[in-house]
T-cell receptor, first 115, second 114 residues
Framework: AQKVTQAQTEISVVEKEDVTLDCVYE???????LFWYKQPPSGELVFLIR??????QNEISGRYSWNFQKSTSSFNFTITASQVVDSAVYFC????????????FGAGTILRVKS | NAGVTQTPKFRVLKTGQSMTLLCAQD?????MYWYRQDPGMGLRLIHY???????AKGEVPDGYNVSRLKKQNFLLGLESAAPSQTSVYFC?????????????FGPGTRLLVL
């Protein structure tokens, strides 16, 4: 069964602190895809990154970085030098190739960055 | 390009009333999805469509119906609204059904059922 767990319900940090959002997934498939989406206070969902199960390279994009570890079934997201504009709900999601493009989402982590 | 749009943005219904949520996309995507978002539960798939004239059930389909008469539109209907259907509804679309294809989301519709 596919499942995504984001154990951190809410995180509060002060601006310029680094913060890591955890994502743990369960799947029986060997081919799967992991995503992170951002939902700012305005409510829309913004795609951040996609990773496939065969690519364990870490990804860095500006202040954002992602650590994918199959050994621990984790796909964690780190924001370096956080800013107030990073305040949002962040969702991790999983799709398995045998189920096409159906996404299973985690419950989300609320990130509050205070100035 | 407007991307994915949803109508209405916000609606209040009384228990037992019906309504239709409209999703439209201008990206010529074949695949469309309806999700609901509830606090502490993330987004859950209600129904999806793999092409014009086709629909399929997702994880939480009960109480909803859908139709895809035109490729660009995907309608979500509530025949007899219940308070448990109070939620934020998101529509999404993707170019292909291949796993890992990015889904593009609409801005959401906030529905309150009293």
């Amino acid at each position: 069964a596919q499942k995504v767990t984001q154990a951190q319900t809410e995180i509060s940090v002060v601006e310029k602190e680094d913060v890591t959002l955890d994502c743990v997934y369960e799947t029986r498939d060997t081919t799967y895809y992991l995503f992170w989406y951002k939902q700012p206070p305005s409510g829309e969902l913004v795609f951040l990154i996609r990773r496939n199960s065969f690519d364990e390279q870490n990804e860095i994009s500006g202040r954002y970085s992602w650590n994918f570890q199959k050994s621990t079934s984790s796909f964690n997201f780190t924001i370096t030098a956080s800013q107030v504009v990073d305040s949002a709900v962040y969702f991790c999601a999983l799709s398995e190739s045998r189920y096409g493009n159906k996404l299973v989402f985690g419950a989300g982590t609320i990130l509050r960055v205070k100035s | 390009n407007a991307g994915v749009t949803q109508t209405p943005k916000f609606r209040v219904l009384k228990t037992g009333q019906s309504m239709t949520l409209l999703c439209a996309q201008d990206m010529n995507h074949e695949y469309m999805y309806w999700y609901r978002q509830d606090p502490g539960m993330g987004l859950r798939l209600i129904h999806y469509s793999v092409g014009e004239g086709t629909t399929a059930k997702g994880e939480v389909p009960d109480g909803y119906n859908v139709s895809r008469l035109k490729k660009q539109n995907f309608l979500l209907g509530l025949e007899s609204a219940a308070p448990s259907q109070t939620s934020v509804y998101f529509c999404a679309s993707s170019y292909s059904w291949q796993g890992g294809e990015t889904q593009y989301f609409g801005p959401g519709t906030r529905l309150l059922v009293l």
